[in-house]
Each structure stands twice: as structure tokens, then as C-alpha cells.
């Protein structure tokens, strides 16, 4: 795998003092499926001018190539147009270069560089490390990769009469791996494809499409599961107690005031991601106007299914708290999801009293999102169940912040 790394680095670094850009959209070549069953001499990628992770197929699946092994289908064009000898004078050399480039619309010669992947740019299949032409398909294999790599971390990192460093940054490595992929797939929600076509070219798309509603509600159940759900977080207390930090300290390195785990903290931080991306004035823009961009007679995601939608996922605990035997200890509401919930509904109630700059369509949802929320929650605290303490004062509080919230006096800027 080093050495299939090194390789890759080397032509990609070569391909930059070609002139080569990066391209992001690259990594899209295959599906994880297909890769498994490329030829040796076949490139996994349509160029090497992508970062792309390496490639580890998930449990029972069949491991191909770690990192591509050649210079793909991209490259091979992209240095065609700009080396290949010409003849004819300038027009003719003009004519030669427009059929060259009127190829762009072939599979595997898509192009999308460093100003086209922000945290703000609408498609989703141009990011930096992520592999194969599907980020869900991608994020449940690494999903499986790291709940495989996870079970018996600490015996297989940690050699006798080691510290327990590395147990701690193995483990920060699988967590980021999981969420990394993750946010990849969150992308799907409210995106847009962006294509590089120009009219008449054969086989041409729109410059825009916005993503398939199915394919974005595929996204939201798979972030559901495994990030807004505390399952894929349920590691065991002997491989918490032994993420230990590094004792050496000299320049460049950081050092933990607290020392041991920050777990809620850290899994938290995911989760809070995830929601930002989600919550962003951008993202809430561009789902509203997608209504428009998506004929009436089509489906669509709209923002009022994601709100719903997360609400469903968020709080899913208050349509199943019945006759249970709960404790301090097994509460009702394990509390990783009690801090979820409480991020979630500081995000609803500041949409929802238009502290921000999404569409007025968005906080009125967000507004009434809540009113059906209270109501579930004053249910669940009317129901003649013995709540643990944690979870009792969690439902009190969050019904408590929703009245004051509901009975805010707006400030509007015009009548």
C-alpha cells in the first residue's frame, strides 16, 4: 500500500509541473464494485490529479488496487490538448483544439478544480478524498471498514511494553474516516450537479441538475443511522479508558489541559457538522430554490421533508417511551442523543426566530417544526412512565426552552 502511495504522489506531482490542475471530480470514475475488478494495468481514477484516499475494500468485499497505479483516461486527454503537434497554422490548430476539447462530455473527462470544491460549492461529487461515483456507496464502506478496525484496536496497535498513545490516535483516525465519509454523503442533501457543458456538445447536460430526491432521502437515512444515531458510538469502556494521550511535549507538538478522553465532546463535534452543513443559509437557499428548479410533475426534496425528516430521527426516542425499566444508568434517552437533541433544537429556535439569513420559508417550518415538537414532548412527560432523573429534566428543559421560544416577542426589521 506505501508503495502504491508513493507512486501516485509522484505522478501526481509530475502532472503539476505538466501544468495539471486539480480535479476533483476524478475519483468518480468507478463505482467501489468495479474497482475490485479492474484489470492490474487499469487506473481506478480518470486522472491522478484527485486526492483520493486509499481505497480499503469493506468486510467480505474484494480488495482491488490501494491507491491507482497509472494515469487515467483524463490526464491522457487533458495533456493531448495541451502537447499534442498540430499543423495547419493557427486556424487550423484552433479547429484541432475545439474537437480535442468538445470531448469533455465522455464519461471520465469531467473537470471540476480548488475554486469548485468549497465548503459553499453545490455538487457533491467534487470533494477531496472521497473514492468511487457514489459518496453513499463510499460512506457505508467505510463505515464497515471502521466498525472492522475498531473491535480489538488497543491489542493490535499497542506492543508490549508500549504506552497507550497509539491506541488514541488510531482511534481519532477511524472516528474522523467515519465522519469525513459521512459529511461526503451529507452533500447530497440540497446539492446540485454543475456541468462544464457548452450547447450542441453531443450527449450534453444542463449546467445545473439538482440531485435526485431519492438520492438525497437515501443520504438522510444514512446519516440518520450513522451519525445522528448513537449505535454506531456504542465502543466499549475498556477502549475508552485506555485512549491515552502522548507524554512527549517538545515544539509543534499539542498538549491536553484535561488529559484523558473528551468523549462527548469529540463525537459531538461529528454530529454538530453534519447539522451545520445542513443548517446553513447556503444549503436552505439552495433547497428552496431547487422547488423551482425541479418541474411541478417531478419529486423533490424540500425543506420541509428534511426538517421533518431530521425532527423524525432527532427525537425518535419520544414515540416509543412506554412501559420501561430506566435508571441514572440505562436512562431513556442515552446522553449522547440528549446533547444531539439539544443541538438540534438551539438550531431550530434560531431559525425559527430568524436570527439568520435562510429563506422566510424555512422559518416558518422551523416555527411549526417546534409547536409539533412541544406537543410530543409534553405527551411523553404526561405518560405514566418512571423517567430516570436525566431523562425527566432533559424533557422538562427542552419543553421549557420551546415555550419561550413560541412566546418571543419578534423584532422585525419592517411591518
Known amino acids: 500500500m506505501i508503495m502504491e502511495g508513493l507512486k501516485e504522489v509522484a505522478m501526481h506531482e ?21 474497482m475490485g475488478e479492474l484489470d492490474e494495468d487499469e487506473a481506478t481514477l480518470a486522472s491522478v490529479m484527485d486526492y483520493a484516499p486509499p481505497h480499503i475494500a469493506g468486510p467480505g468485499k ?5 491507491y491507482t497505479q497509472t494515469i487515467g483516461k483524463y490526464d491522457v486527454w487533458a495533456i493531448t490538448y495541451g502537447y499534442k503537434p498540430l499543423s495547419g497554422g493557427t486556424d487550423g490548430e ?11 462530455t465522455e ?6 478544480t480548488d475554486e469548485d470544491t468549497t465548503s459553499m460549492s453545490p455538487d457533491p461529487d467534487s470533494n477531496r478524498f472521497d473514492f468511487g461515483k457514489d459518496a453513499i456507496e463510499f460512506a457505508t464502506n467505510q463505515a464497515a471498514v471502521v466498525k472492522e478496525a475498531m473491535d480489538g484496536l488497543a491489542d493490535r496497535v499497542v506492543e508490549d511494553g508500549d504506552d497507550y498513545s497509539r491506541v488514541r490516535q488510531a482511534f481519532n483516525s477511524l472516528l474522523n474516516t467515519h465522519g469525513q465519509a459521512m459529511y461526503f454523503a451529507s452533500r447530497y442533501i440540497g446539492g446540485v450537479h454543475v456541468n462544464r457543458t457548452h450547447k450542441g456538445q453531443e ?4 449546467p445545473f441538475e439538482v440531485v435526485d430526491a431519492e438520492k438525497q432521502r437515501a ?10 444515531s448513537d449505535e454506531p458510538f456504542q465502543f466499549s469502556p475498556e477502549l475508552y479508558n485506555k485512549l491515552a494521550p502522548s507524554h512527549w511535549n517538545h515544539w509543534g507538538t499539542s498538549f491536553s489541559v484535561r488529559g484523558d478522553f473528551p468523549i462527548h465532546d469529540t463525537i459531538s463535534q461529528w454530529q454538530s457538522t453534519i447539522l451545520s452543513r445542513l443548517f446553513s443559509s447556503i444549503t436552505l437557499e439552495r433547497m428552496h430554490d431547487a422547488e423551482l428548479k425541479v418541474p411541478a410533475d417531478q419529486d423533490a426534496f424540500t425543506t420541509a421533508e428534511m426538517f421533518g425528516t431530521l425532527t423524525d430521527s432527532i427525537f425518535s426516542e419520544l414515540d416509543s417511551m412506554d412501559d420501561g425499566e430506566y435508571s441514572n444508568r440505562s436512562p431513556a434517552i442515552s446522553s449522547l442523543r440528549r446533547n444531539l437533541q439539544r443541538d438540534y433544537l438551539q438550531r431550530l429556535s434560531t431559525l425559527a426566530m430568524g436570527n439568520g439569513f435562510a429563506p422566510q420559508d424555512c422559518q416558518t417550518i422551523a416555527y411549526a417544526e417546534l409547536i409539533d415538537l412541544q406537543e410530543k414532548l409534553e405527551e411523553a412527560l404526561d405518560k405514566e412512565v418512571e423517567f430516570d432523573a436525566y431523562t425527566r429534566a432533559h424533557l422538562l428543559e427542552s419543553s421549557r426552552r420551546i415555550k419561550k421560544v413560541l412566546d418571543a416577542e419578534l423584532t422585525l426589521s419592517r411591518p
Open 94 to 104: 484552433k479547429k484541432e483544439l475545439a474537437k480535442i476539447a468538445s470531448r469533455s
Open 14 to 34: 509530475v502532472g503539476h509541473t505538466l501544468g495539471l490542475r486539480h480535479n476533483f471530480v476524478a475519483s468518480k470514475m468507478y463505482s467501489l464494485e468495479e
Open 203 to 206: 450527449d450534453a447536460k444542463a
Open 107 to 112: 464519461h471520465g473527462l469531467a473537470f471540476s
Open 62 to 66: 474484494k480488495q482491488g488496487k490501494f
Open 219 to 228: 443520504a438522510m437515512k444514512l446519516v440518520s443511522e450513522q451519525v445522528f
